[in-house]
């Protein structure tokens, strides 16, 4: 560019933009500094893998203002007309180094429920599957041949709830009549006489995390007599009962602190320390029932030492070390973040360990919230409603970032890619659905069920989606 009198001006400035690259949680990588206009996320990767001294170089999103940024910097500005006269703050999303192949086909419709389907859920490694059943039975599937494994009796009635412990060596299985009983998943056995001592139906189960304790021996179970047990299963007894509820419990969850979380009816979410059962916090905010809750570290919670490579392990130690490389890993510097769901249609985002008061009030559900999953990377909470929406909300802000709509009833249970890229719903129109996080857009319609989806779950190991509803079959979905 020239001046009127012919001299030639210095375009460089004119071309960088000032930016602050930060971590999810706002951390910044470094001081603000002058980039090139013409950079795009690939240029980016570059940088950031260079200032953080990655030895394997890592995949990175990045997003402005909760907006991926997926053309060069100078379109961007351009299109949404941002002013450069502060420094521009870019998060950096760390990636999944592996990809999940969507679902978009029933690989095996298997009879053998004679009731509707209530619960499945996938083993910690993904090697094994389980489901829990209105025919007051459990049971265990095999994936490779896709037939039924064990059918598991001794409940005596219908079974609303089950829960792999996260080194895969127990189920334990909750019932209307308040019952618990554990199983061994290798024979299918039980292994010792129910568990009992609620009054009422159980409403959840949650193991204590293995990077806590290995081999896995306790966990909560809770019910809608308004108390929580923790069990031992060695010992084979309540430990300590949780009480304190003036209603049903509707969920629990055992976190990576040690602390249990459970949500009631009598609309408070109440944190118990789990040496001696003591209560430490209450978390008040919501007019109606609590429904549901999620930890930000839940899915390496679930999963422990297993991961999508599928390595095995020969002792429990070795797991339990894993296990909380893991954990620490995926938690970071950060606290962990809790949200909760309601049937005042909404949520809420929590840093139970920072403030009794909540982070952020998350609306815009027009129905009761039934259901809330953060993603494994802890980047995205997704939410279930009955206003047949499913929301996608930021997890560390709990900003609204959009809604899936295309189902035509209430969506009853969502479940993500190991992955995070890809979000499962179930619904009472009797069909599946996948959506992609990155398009915002549905990626694949199942249809199949006869009637409603009640539950689903997505593999940890990425293969394989099951779901279960009211016309007694499991499918099994693959890529």
Same mark, same amino acid.
């Given at each position: ?13 004119? $071309? ?127 994936? $490779? ?182 954990? $620490? ?64 909300? $930021? ?85």
């Amino acid at each position: 560019m020239e001046t009127e009198t012919g001299e030639k001006r210095d375009t460089t400035t004119i $071309n960088n933009v000032m930016c602050l690259l930060t971590h999810p949680d706002g951390a910044p990588l470094g001081a603000p500094m002058y980039l090139p206009q013409n950079a795009g996320p690939q240029q980016l990767q570059l940088i950031v893998n260079k200032i953080l001294d990655n030895e394997e170089k890592l995949p990175y999103a990045f997003y402005i203002s909760d907006e991926e940024l997926l053309v060069p910097l100078e379109t961007y500005l351009h299109k949404n007309k941002v002013s450069v006269e502060k420094a521009l703050p870019i998060v950096c999303q760390p990636q999944a180094i592996f990809r999940i192949r969507p679902v978009n086909r029933c690989s095996a419709t298997i009879s053998g429920h004679a009731e509707a389907v209530l619960t499945v859920a996938f083993s910690p490694d993904g090697r094994h599957l389980a489901s829990g059943s209105g025919d007051t039975t459990v049971r265990f599937w095999d994936l $490779n041949t896709q037939t039924p494994l064990y059918t598991c009796t001794g409940h005596k009635n219908w079974v609303l709830c089950i829960a792999w412990s996260p080194d895969g060596k127990y189920l334990v299985s909750g019932s209307k009549s308040g019952e618990l009983q554990c199983w061994d998943p290798e024979t299918g056995k039980l292994s010792g006489n129910p568990l009992s001592g609620h009054k009422k139906w159980i409403t959840g189960i949650s193991w204590e995390p293995v990077h806590l304790s290995a081999p896995c021996r306790r966990f909560v179970s809770a019910s809608k007599d308004g108390d929580a047990r923790i069990w031992d299963v060695t010992l084979r007894k309540c430990v300590i009962c949780l009480s304190g509820h003036t209603l049903a419990i509707t969920c629990v969850k055992w976190g990576g602190d040690g602390m249990i979380y459970t949500g009631s009816q009598d609309c408070t979410i109440k944190v118990w320390e789990t040496t001696q059962g003591k209560l430490i916090r209450e978390l008040k905010g919501h007019g109606h029932w609590v429904n549901s809750l999620a930890l930000s570290t839940e899915y390496v919670l679930r999963t422990g030492a297993f991961d999508h490579t599928g390595k095995q392990y020969s002792s429990p130690e070795e797991m339990k070390k894993v296990a909380l490389e893991r954990y $620490n890993k995926m938690k970071g510097n950060a606290p962990e973040r809790l949200v909760s769901g309601s049937d005042d249609f909404t949520m809420f985002l929590w840093e139970p360990f920072v403030s009794k008061h909540p982070k952020t009030r998350m609306t815009g559900h027009q129905q009761l919230v039934n259901h809330v999953y953060f993603s494994p990377d802890g980047q995205w909470v997704a939410s279930a409603s009955f206003d047949k929406s499913v929301k996608l909300w $930021n997890g560390t802000t709990g900003k609204f970032i959009a809604a899936f709509r295309g189902h035509v009833g209430p969506v009853y249970q969502i479940s993500w890619s190991a992955d995070s890229r890809l979000l499962l719903s179930g619904s009472k129109d009797s069909t599946l659905k996948v959506w992609d996080i990155r398009t915002r857009k549905l990626k694949q319609d199942l249809p199949g069920h006869s009637d409603e989806v009640f539950s689903v779950d997505w593999s940890p190991d990425g293969e394989k989606v099951a779901s279960g509803g009211k016309d007694k079959v499991l499918k099994l979905w693959m890529g």
